[in-house]
């Protein structure tokens, strides 16, 4: 799991190293194949997943070396990683630069200081109202489905016109054979949309006629509190 660890004094006696690849890799243990190589640290000392393996949480140190080995942006502590994206969700810098050299999960403690479990309560949350939202679709209730998405997406779209794309783009596909969540990201902007709180759920799924497809539900935080589908895409 980890490409390269170093001991401080390895550090100083090389001179300045770059933040860059190779130091923390992901490997699919089936394959043997690299799945991601993650660039956020200079050395690192210590790695650990959350207990549901939907974060990765890494220690270490990080430095920008520009031209004429000047090295700027130097600190220590903790990156917080969605491990399937590769996604850098928190940089946490230790108290004055401390050394660091283990990293844990620890519920509340580090949901007061990253608001991570937080985050994820909110995608776990979205996941199920997806859930939902795709099984009422998928029994070709699709006027349904229209009314029980976001205000801002009935706004967008009359339940006429849902329909008339359902019936044209989703009924051919045939019936679902499998789905499964390949990416969950919570995000507070999106392209061509208000800021607000929002789920972007990314699923490899199969269909009677489309075996391989990817398919993309947001979720977005609605007026009443509650989780409802603002956007569906199937390609």
Not at 50 to 60: E, I, K, V, Y
Request: proline share 3%; glycine share 12%; charged share 25%.
């Amino acid at each position: 799991m980890i490409g390269r660890i170093m001991e401080q004094y390895a550090i100083l006696r090389e001179g300045f190293r770059a933040t860059g690849p190779g130091r923390l890799k992901l490997w699919d243990l089936k394959t043997g194949a690299v799945n991601r190589d993650l660039v956020g640290h200079a050395d690192l000392t210590a790695v650990v997943f959350s207990a549901d393996g939907r974060r990765l949480a890494s220690a270490g140190n990080w430095l920008s070396v520009h031209e004429g080995g000047v090295g700027t942006q130097s600190g220590w502590g903790a990156k917080i990683w969605d491990p399937v994206s590769g996604e850098l969700k928190r940089t946490i810098t230790a108290l004055d630069n401390g050394l660091l050299w283990s990293v844990a999960f620890a519920g509340l403690i580090l949901g007061t200081v990253i608001g991570w479990p937080e985050e994820s309560e909110k995608e776990r949350v979205a996941e199920a109202g997806a859930e939902k939202w795709l099984g009422v679709a998928e029994e070709g209730k699709y006027g349904e489905s229209w009314k029980e998405a976001a205000e801002y997406f009935r706004n967008a779209v009359k339940q006429e016109q849902w329909e008339q794309t359902m019936q044209a783009v989703r009924k051919p596909l045939g019936r679902l054979v499998s789905r499964k969540v390949k990416s969950t990201s919570y995000k507070t902007s999106l392209p061509g949309a208000p800021d607000g709180q929002y789920v972007v759920i990314e699923c490899e799924t199969s269909f009677e006629n489309k075996k391989s497809a990817i398919e993309t539900v947001t979720l977005m935080m609605d007026k009443d509190g509650n989780w409802r589908v603002s956007g569906h895409f199937i390609k």
